[in-house]
């Protein structure tokens, strides 16, 4: 079983900048791919951005490449998103994702969830 705990989503102008943290617990970091999902109203959950177990491979969504950047931090055992000139379209639920090994883009192929962190990001 794995554990996944979020934290720092907020309130932002566009074009600010934020950056989410996601901290697993139960499973060997190494052994895991982690990746970051977003919900809006409304609208269905949507892949953003994920690294593979060994941090040697990252995919994105078309409409956040250039702004986001995942990345892992081994020594704090998290996985970080940062995103930069956030828009009003950015708003949403973004949730922590865990699955062995390898990215996928699809929800229904991850494991493990994360509660989620509200980003809202005003125009």
């Known amino acids: 079983q794995v554990q996944l705990v979020e934290s720092g989503g907020g309130l932002v102008q566009a074009g600010d900048s934020l950056r989410l943290s996601c901290a697993p617990s139960?499973?060997?970091?190494?052994?895991?791919?982690l990746g970051w999902f977003r919900q809006a109203p409304g609208k269905e959950r949507e892949f953003v951005a994920a690294?593979?177990?060994?941090?040697?491979?990252?995919r994105y969504t078309d409409s956040v490449k250039g702004r986001f950047s995942i990345s892992r931090d081994s020594a704090e055992s998290t996985v970080l998103l940062q995103m930069n000139g956030l828009t009003a379209e950015d708003t949403a639920v973004y949730s922590c994702?865990?699955?062995?090994?390898?990215?996928?883009?699809?929800?229904?192929?991850?494991?493990?969830w994360g509660q989620g962190t509200q980003v809202t990001v005003s125009s």
């Open positions: 139960g499973r060997t970091l190494s052994t895991l791919a």
């Open positions: 690294i593979n177990y060994s941090g040697s491979a990252t």
């Open positions: 994702a865990a699955r062995p090994l390898n990215i996928d883009t699809s929800p229904a192929q991850w494991y493990y």
